[in-house]
């Protein structure tokens, strides 16, 4: 997911439960700002067939963008990955005093990014923006999580083509509209099954995601698997 962030054109309007929000990552990299969306579309013609394995690494590498070069007024994404490798560094060798202490630090964050948001829906009285703010916060904080996941706890330094992943908001989290103490469903997809990386990886996001107080419900399946759920919607 960050490597890209973009939002997806599905044609007809979908059930609450399709994804619209896809950030993609390239393995061991993370994060990537979306002040600038980059739109393409994702309509499917039938009938709905699976890339080739060999295809799948260089479809996902394929939708990567740039990362943020600046800090953004909503959630200064630049400066928290600052302070999240200044932490990586200080606690290097203690893992779970450093997963402590990144989740410290993002909830704190989460709490300032609402209560600006807050502030300015008192003054604006604009409830879509808000609420596309809000989306903003949380994409932001899954990338840094992301990178985190990947670049402190979890780095292959040789990744294997497995050792991929597409985190997709869904629900109205995937819409790009979230109101205030919103849940959160996300789904990591993998290109063949799952790997110790993966299931390392995704839980590395969820458990932070939780110990911040977050209600997130969340799956993992492959590519193959999630076309197979999409042929039988």
């Known amino acids: 997911y960050k490597g ?13 439960h399709a994804a619209s929000e896809i950030h993609a990552f390239p393995t061991g990299y993370g994060w990537h700002s979306r002040t600038r969306r980059h739109s393409f579309d ?4 039938s009938p709905v067939t699976a890339p080739a394995p060999s295809d799948i690494g260089e479809i ?18 630049v400066r928290i990955t600052a302070a999240v490798d200044a932490l990586a560094e200080k606690h290097a060798g203690r893992e779970d005093v450093f997963r402590s202490a990144l989740a410290q630090l993002l909830k704190a964050e989460m709490i300032a990014a609402r209560a600006t948001a807050q502030a300015v ?3 604006d009285r604009h ?9 903003f916060m949380q994409d932001e904080i899954i990338r840094i999580l992301y990178s985190a996941a990947t670049r402190h706890l979890y780095r292959s330094h040789v990744p294997s083509g497995a050792e991929r992943m597409a985190v997709v908001a869904t629900g109205g989290y995937g819409r790009g509209l979230m ?3 919103s849940d ?14 993966g299931e390392q990886v995704a839980e590395a996001i969820l458990y932070c995601l939780w110990d911040m107080g977050l209600k997130v419900g969340h799956a993992t399946r492959s590519v ?3 076309v197979r759920q999409a042929k039988a919607d």
């Open 4 to 16: 890209l962030s973009t939002r997806c054109h599905h044609g007809p309007p979908r059930p609450s």
């Open 42 to 45: 994702l309509t499917v013609q």
């Open 60 to 77: 996902m590498d394929s939708i990567v963008i740039e990362a943020p070069s600046g800090e953004d007024d909503r959630f200064d994404t």
């Open 121 to 123: 829906l008192l003054k």
């Open 127 to 135: 409830g879509r923006r808000c609420a596309e703010r809000l989306c």
């Open 179 to 181: 109101a205030p103490e």
């Open 184 to 197: 959160i469903d996300l789904l990591f997809i993998l290109p063949y099954k799952q790997t110790a990386w």
């Open 224 to 226: 193959n698997e999630c």
